[in-house]
């Protein structure tokens, strides 16, 4: 039977507290005993000298030995007495009588155990005619005293274990035995069972009836909660379920990323958007999402700080790397979530991961570039309109103050453009603007130089960092010339050409502005117009 039981516990605390008991009560009554049989044992002796001593007395007092010896023979035979001497006045022994045991030097050398009494004369009580040594048998008075207390210490133990025994079986049936009965019974009630505890017989209205109540309360609460739970956790589940179709279904890209960069978890969406499929999770986890998919890492980044900064989400257009000159982009909404606790004015990049959702707005993008391409170009020629052209110019002038640079802008017109249209028709026309456009933009050098059509037959260039000193300006207007006037199949196989008259204007010697260069440059170009045409000038200082 295992010691951590109670029922265990209380019997070995109940033994071990009986045999303290009995030991002490055992020690207790021995002494008391043992001392109370010694002094009943002296007592005796003296009730002995008490009967006998007058005989003595007169004895003594007529010296008939022979009276002493038989009054001391009646003595001896008690077991009590070891030895009997009778002597006279002057100390003479007259007679003496050994006990039972015989002469035992052994019992007699004690001191203290030894009774003297004083025998007075028949006829004057004041008179002494000797005296009588009784001496105590030690041995028989230990014997008896012994053989008294063992009896009463050996009862006194048995009853006190008794008493524990029973005390026990009272504690055991009332107590202990209740409580494993309850033990057993919550032992054996299932997980979630709505049971309940029966009261023990004959003790509904004490404590462990209180305890089987409260115990029943608890089980009725506990069986609630957990219906409550499987009630909420299938919810839950159903919830999850849910949102994971929501989530796996969603038209946008769903993902989350790690303080690394890493991709934690995403839907299909994301996956596809990214230019893979649900076999190529592993591949993207593997990799750095920031750096390996976004054509700008460092405009995420900063999407991120931003978020860690202002608390909340935000979002941008972010354009991807993709295979090929395709361009790809997303509307990309990013929200930094902190780890618990997390301050919000610490930014830390092992404190929190990151939650976007992105949607593919690559159509979108194509058609705004393809919108503002035509808002801002030419639809026949292809090159930069006219309002397009005075804005690229004013930012070109912006530019160019803050870098002290000069912008040259040279003014074009086509020669006989007129009699082609007249003699051929709208559509020649329109294919020797088509092919003069082309030209000029082939005869620059450079991506940052601008050919623009102002209406009609009247084109515009813009060049930044060249100034009117610069050989490059005459080099690239006799290159512009060439080029423009050389030979133009037309449709059908006839041949055309025209010339051109190219006016020049410089900042800021002609001007600071783009009106005021545009309005410089359209003199050169008519003074050309006037002096012969096919040719160029610059502008008048």
């Not at 009896?151 to 009853?159: C, D, F, I, S």
């Not at 329109?430 to 092919?435: G, I």
Request: charge should be negative; hydrophobic fraction near 45%.
């Amino acid at each position: 039977m295992p010691i951590k039981r109670l029922q265990v516990r209380i019997m070995l605390a109940m033994l071990v507290g009986a045999m303290l008991f009995a030991v002490m009560a055992a020690v207790l009554g021995y002494r008391t005993a043992y001392q109370r049989t010694f002094d009943e044992g002296t007592e005796q002796l003296n009730g002995l000298l008490d009967a006998v001593d007058k005989t003595l007395a007169i004895g003594a007092y007529t010296g008939d030995k022979v009276l002493l010896q038989d009054v001391i023979d009646g003595m001896a035979r008690n077991q009590l007495v070891a030895r009997v001497d009778v002597r006279d006045a002057r100390g003479t022994l007259l007679v003496r009588q050994y006990g039972h045991r015989g002469p035992v030097e052994a019992v007699v050398n004690h001191a203290g155990q030894m009774t003297t009494r004083k025998l007075a004369a028949p006829f004057d009580k004041n008179e002494s005619v000797g005296d009588v040594q009784v001496y105590a048998d030690v041995d028989s008075l230990h014997h008896e005293a012994r053989k008294v207390a063992n009896n009463l210490a050996w009862m006194m133990g048995v009853q006190s274990t008794v008493l524990a025994l029973l005390l026990y079986v009272m504690v055991y049936k009332v107590v202990t035995r209740p409580i494993q009965r309850l033990a057993d019974q919550l032992r054996n009630l299932p997980p979630g069972t709505s049971a309940q505890l029966h009261v023990p017989r004959g003790h509904r209205d004490d404590e462990i009836g209180t305890l089987v109540e409260s115990a029943n309360v608890l089980l009725a609460s506990n069986h609630s909660a957990l219906r409550n739970e499987r009630t909420l956790r299938a919810e839950i589940e159903k919830m999850e379920a849910q949102y994971r179709q929501i989530f796996d279904a969603s038209s946008a890209g769903i993902f989350v990323l790690d303080h690394d960069g890493r991709l934690v978890n995403c839907n299909p969406t994301a996956l596809r958007i990214l230019g893979g499929d649900p076999s190529d999770v592993n591949r993207f986890k593997a990799a750095d999402i920031i750096h390996d998919v976004f054509a700008r890492p460092d405009h995420v980044l900063n999407l991120i700080d931003q978020s860690l900064r202002l608390g909340g989400t935000v979002s941008d257009d972010l354009e991807l790397l993709g295979p090929g000159d395709a361009s790809r982009w997303v509307h990309c909404l990013i929200s930094v979530q902190h780890a618990e606790g997390w301050p919000q004015n610490r930014i830390a990049r092992d404190d929190f991961h990151v939650e976007g959702v992105m949607y593919d707005i690559t159509d979108r993008k194509s058609a705004e570039a393809q919108a503002r391409h035509l808002a801002e170009h030419d639809a026949l020629t292809g090159a930069r309109n006219r309002r397009a052209s005075e804005d690229m110019l004013e930012r070109l002038l912006i530019e160019a103050t803050a870098d002290s640079q000069p912008v040259s802008v040279l003014f074009l017109d086509l020669d006989g453009f007129k009699q082609i249209n007249d003699q051929h028709g709208h559509h020649a026309g329109d294919q020797v603007l088509v092919q003069c456009a082309q030209r000029m933009r082939l005869s620059l050098r450079r991506s940052s130089d601008v050919v623009g059509r102002l209406g009609g037959d009247e084109f515009v260039i813009l060049l930044k960092g060249v100034g009117a000193t610069d050989p490059l300006l005459i080099q690239l207007t006799h290159q512009l010339m060439e080029s423009v006037c050389a030979p133009i199949t037309l449709d059908g196989g006839v041949t055309v050409s025209v010339g051109i008259s190219v006016g020049m204007a410089c900042s800021p010697e002609h001007g600071l502005t783009g009106r005021q260069l545009l309005l410089a440059a359209d003199e050169a170009m008519y003074a050309v117009k006037h002096t012969g045409k096919n040719a160029f000038a610059m502008a008048i200082r």
